[in-house]
């Protein structure tokens, strides 16, 4: 039976590693030759040595391209979840929107059975008269109030 070399159990040390690096988040498994070096509990320059530090480097790069795959659904989960509150508080909406015309309708109904036009309940309010200066017309008790709070003193 034949000794495996050096090579083949680290590449495999290596492989194995980086499959579970490359589903992981970049904080936590970081991609670099030094990085994975001490995660394999080996020197970098074994690494260079092989000609691994291209697998690394591809690797680098898939994790890359899952990281962004991943923001991409986080914010589209995120848009979904804010379309569905939106679209609640629409219904909620409407359902108070129907509850006013029921309102509306039983007031307009209550005014012609007490011989009010309902159509008159529909008419602006008028504005209040302002062609005279009420400039001045205060209460006469708090001027009074003053003076003879003053005067007691």
């Known amino acids: 039976m034949s000794r495996k ?11 194995d590693h980086l499959a579970i690096a490359e589903t992981g988040v970049a904080e ?4 670099d030759v030094r990085s994975v070096a001490a995660a394999l509990q080996i020197s970098p320059t074994t690494l260079y ?4 530090n291209r697998e690394i480097n591809a690797a680098e790069q898939r994790q890359r391209q899952n990281d ?4 991409a659904a986080i914010e589209q989960d995120y848009f979904k979840n804010q379309t569905r509150a939106l679209t609640q508080e629409l219904e909620k909406e409407r359902e108070r929107s129907k509850k006013l015309i029921g309102r509306i309708a039983i007031m307009e109904a ?3 059975r ?17 062609t005279m200066s009420r400039a001045g017309r205060g209460s006469t008790h708090g001027s009074r109030k003053w003076s003879r709070t003053i005067g007691q003193s």
């Open 5 to 15: 070399s050096v090579r083949e159990e680290l590449k495999r040390r290596l492989l």
């Open 28 to 31: 936590e498994y970081a991609l």
């Open 49 to 52: 040595k092989y000609g691994f």
């Open 68 to 71: 962004v795959s991943t923001g």
């Open 110 to 112: 209550n005014a012609a």
């Open 114 to 130: 007490l011989g009010i036009d309902p159509e008159e309940m529909h008419q602006p309010i008028l504005k209040p008269l302002r």
